[in-house]
């Protein structure tokens, strides 16, 4: 950064190059493209790695249109099951009729899709990381004419807070598949499935509640929040929650990747399942 003798210089330039604000300048003239000289660089590049590791994942999964239940485990990729083909416990099973050409999964993708990718959290990450719109704080943007989310097709990242009702919906779901996971032919059991899948709605359960959307929805549009003691304490839950958005939102993502993955290897005849039934 200059220094003031640096600022103070004849030409007026600091010896990293930028040049002091003249009287009624906005911002100093700086030369370099940035002068970060940390490796601001490593947490866009894993962002890049860990997003596209899930889309590759997440299609194979959602194509796959088998192997996604291993009784009494169903994937959440695949839940709600809404086809002839999902199993007769699944909620929903056939709601839909016979859709042999459709993977059950990509019925629903929408939903939980939209809800991630319209995330307030996950805006910053792939903006930082695929648009380079800033790629890190105090580093130029790669485009020029970046527009913000006041044009169409970013001006849809505003349906966030309407993706969150489904968010809520999809975490009532799992809900209940995460029980149905603790009856095996209809005694009480548990096994590793069951431990996945209860992992896997708790995980989401904090993603979703700690949405910026639904603090909104608990504490705002009020002229004195603490006139409203019920809406004041739940709009602390949800900002303690909040503070950890960033977590909830990585390892719910890679929760349920893992989720699926094993109720797939169970599935498909490679690994068997343990679990104790009462
Ligand atoms: S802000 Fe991330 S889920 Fe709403």
Known sequence: MPTQTDARRPDNRGSTGATA??????RARITQPSLRRDRWWVAPTITVAVLTGFVVYGTWAAFRNGDYYAHPYLSPFYSPCLTDSC?????????????????????????????????????????????????????PD?????????????????????????GALFVGLLTYEAVQAFSFDGGFGIGVGTGFLAVNVVLLGLYTFSCHSFRHLCGGGLRT????????????????LNRRHLVWAWSSLLWIMATDFYIWLVASGHVHDYHWVA
Do not use: M
């Not at 790669?142 to 807070?161: D, M, V």
């Open 225 to 240: 929040l603490s006139a409203h003691p019920v809406r004041r304490r739940l709009w602390r839950g949800v900002s303690a």
């Open 87 to 139: 199993p007769t416990d699944a909620l929903g099973s056939g709601l839909l009729g016979d859709v042999p050409w459709i993977s059950p999964a990509i019925l629903i993708l929408a939903f939980p899709l939209g809800f991630r990718l319209t995330c307030y959290y996950y805006r910053k990450a792939y903006y930082r990381s695929f648009w380079w719109a800033p790629p890190a704080c105090a580093v």
């Open 21 to 26: 604000p003249s009287t009624g300048a906005a």
């Open 142 to 166: 790669a485009r020029r004419r970046y527009s913000g989310e006041t044009r169409f097709p970013l001006l849809l990242q505003n349906l966030h807070r309407y993706f969150l009702y489904f």
